[in-house]
């Protein structure tokens, strides 16, 4: 079984920083992608940034320039450095990740069960 655990979620003032870390545990193989998605209210989960075994990054528009992703494989997880912070980064984050196990063919996605981040005076 694979399981995805974040933390680092909370309150945070506009302007302020938070560093969000998800963890990887169960018997993996290999780990491709690792990214992190957020859902504010009322909208649609959307893509914050991913980064690829090798190191490449990619980044919202949004979020570009503010947040910085990293991973750490010998730890297997991924993490999320936010500064900057606006309202509007207030969301669910999720990590995900696209894995295999010991016993996969295949890469399979897996999700976290989500952070919750407010930024909020």
């Known amino acids: 079984q694979v399981q995805l655990v974040e933390s680092g979620g909370g309150l945070v003032q506009p302007g302020g920083s938070l560093r969000l870390s998800c963890a990887a545990s169960?018997?993996?193989?290999?780990?491709?992608?690792m990214g992190w998605y957020r859902q504010a209210p009322g909208k649609q989960r959307e893509l914050v940034a991913v980064?690829?075994?090798?190191?490449?990054?990619n980044y919202a528009a949004s979020v570009k320039g503010r947040f910085t992703i990293s991973r750490d494989n010998t730890k297997r997880t991924v993490y999320l450095q936010m500064n900057s912070l606006k309202p509007e980064d207030t969301a669910v984050y999720y990590c995900n990740a696209n894995l295999k196990t010991h016993l996969d063919t295949w890469y399979t996605t897996y999700w976290g069960q989500g952070t919750q981040v407010t930024v909020s005076s």
């Open positions: 169960g018997s993996i193989y290999s780990i491709n992608t």
């Open positions: 980064i690829t075994s090798d190191g490449s990054t």
